[in-house]
């Protein structure tokens, strides 16, 4: 496999829910990024395709690589059988694993995965079917992968605009203050 071997700029944020990602991550002290875009030369493929890195979230010692996904089950269907889609399975293994590869082919970016840095897996979701979470969630954690709801990140959220003499200039984060101070939302 080839990877792309230069930095490469963001794209602009035009999902709503990677920027509830990234202002929740932003609460906890962390710098993000979203849509990163580089090209991945897969053996046995003809051209190159591209992958983005959703969310990437840096702090002082973690490095958290977010897929973001509308629908948890769209990440691992269950067959009729009742088993976890394995090939679904492994292609999100792998996305993580195209990442750090990334960030390994880029001299500029080879700060992210050092020693003294922990990298993060985690699949963020706002929704899934019954019981869907349940079944898919401990799957994932097997592979060092976490998993976080927009439920999760919102009730943070909230907290967040809850303190004293905060100034908030995001607007994401003034929406949510103002849907939750007009009681137009309870998280």
Known sequence: MQIQSIPNPDSPNNDA????????????????SSGKWFWV???????????????????????????VTSNLDDKLRKGRDGKINDRMLQKLISYFYRVEQYFESVPEYKWLTGEDRKIRKVVAYNHAFKNANKEIVPILNEYSIEVISAKEMLSTLSEYIKQPNIKIQDQMLRTIQLLEYNGKIEI
């Open 17 to 32: 829910f990677e920027a509830i990602v990234e202002l929740y991550y932003q609460t906890l002290g962390y710098l993000t």
């Open 41 to 67: 030369w897969e053996n046995g493929k003809k051209q190159r395709g591209y992958q983005d890195i959703d969310v990437l979230a840096v702090n002082e010692n973690n490095v958290v690589i977010i897929s």
